[in-house]
């Protein structure tokens, strides 16, 4: 379906029998792949008789070949459509090895954090599974996710200038809606090798059409009133993962907690933290050297560390 996409990318009006030439199928042929491309990438194809088809939206594609270029070194498995890049990475864990990218066009099984789905819409916004050997003992992953979130916002900066900021443990805002979410998954053995399949969805181009997503969220086409260009995304966002991830390796998230605290979101605000089913309210004071979050509770500061937590603010704020 790729190439058929490709000859449509442009948003303009092509033949039948023109993509079915430069395809060498027949025009039945371009009908039944026009089809699938609907059915099932959920893309908007009109058909005019007398003019051809065309998409309801011009699509711009992610160009695997230019980020190869950039990373001669680094093993990128780009996909039209998958489950979920995470998943995806961990099964080619089993065969290559780390450090490697995987990124799709679109995911019909996007993970979010605890049990949430993350809306994958094709062409529209960055998935990206980046795979990270764990070389030097788990102390590597000590506020690793915090660690993404600057890369990420690094990234955004670059692109736009916009500033975004951070809300702990790993969420990207900007004005208060989620532009990216960051979902960190730890494979294989603790004490011999593992990896951490970094998993991040940066919405870019996606703009009204969504209404599955239950909380506020933005892109940074929305933001910009412009349309992003995905492959230098893809290309800033991985040059500041690589830049980020090795000082991680070498002096640790206390090296980059003041840098982070300068993008604290929620700094000095009184917030909500909820660790399974109970909740602990309290003022947000920081975060401590290894990524946890600091809560001033009844006048005593609280350290909070775990995936599973989740922190929203308090009606009073
Ligand atoms: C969150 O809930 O904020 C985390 C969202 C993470 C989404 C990304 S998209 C690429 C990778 N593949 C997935 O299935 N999830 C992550």
């Not at 916009?162 to 208060?176: C, E, F, Q, R, Y």
């Not at 909500?272 to 290894?290: E, F, P, R, T, Y």
Request: aromatic share 6%; hydrophobic share 40%; proline share 3%.
């Amino acid at each position: 379906m790729q190439d058929l996409l490709m000859l449509l990318a442009d948003g303009s009006f092509h033949s039948g029998s023109d993509l079915g030439r430069q395809l060498g199928v027949s025009r039945a042929a371009v009908w039944k792949r026009i089809q699938r491309i609907t059915q099932e990438l959920g893309i908007s194809v009109q058909s005019v008789q007398g003019k051809g088809y065309r998409l309801a939206q011009p699509l711009q594609l992610l160009n695997g070949d230019v980020i190869r270029r950039v990373f001669p070194a680094l093993p990128v498995y780009m996909y039209e459509s998958l489950g979920s890049t995470n998943e995806q990475a961990k099964q080619l864990l089993s065969e290559h090895s780390a450090p490697m990218a995987v990124l799709a066009e679109h995911q019909t099984q996007g993970k979010g954090r605890r049990g949430r789905e993350w809306v994958s819409p094709f062409a529209q916004n960055l998935y990206l599974s980046y795979v990270w050997p764990i070389t030097e003992g788990l102390n590597q992953i000590d506020g690793l996710s915090l660690v993404v979130g600057l890369a990420v916002s690094k990234a955004i900066q670059r692109l736009s200038g916009i500033a975004a900021l951070l809300k702990w443990p790993n969420d990207v805002l900007i004005d208060g809606r989620k532009v990216a979410g960051i979902l960190l998954e730890l494979i294989g053995d603790p004490v011999e090798l593992c990896h951490v399949v970094i998993g991040i969805g940066v919405n870019l181009n996606m703009l009204d059409l969504v209404d599955s997503i239950d909380q506020e969220w933005t892109s940074l086409s929305k933001e910009m009133g412009a349309i992003i260009d995905r492959t230098l995304f893809a290309q800033v966002l991985i040059e500041e993962l690589d830049r980020y991830l090795e000082k991680q390796k070498t002096y640790g998230f206390a090296s980059m907690k003041a840098e982070w605290l300068t993008q604290h979101a929620w700094q000095g605000r009184n917030a909500v933290l909820q660790i399974g089913s109970h909740s602990v309210s309290g003022k947000v004071v920081g975060v401590a050297d290894k990524g946890e979050l600091c809560l001033l509770v009844e006048g005593e500061e609280r350290k909070y560390l775990g995936g599973e937590l989740s922190l929203r603010l308090q009606d009073d704020s």
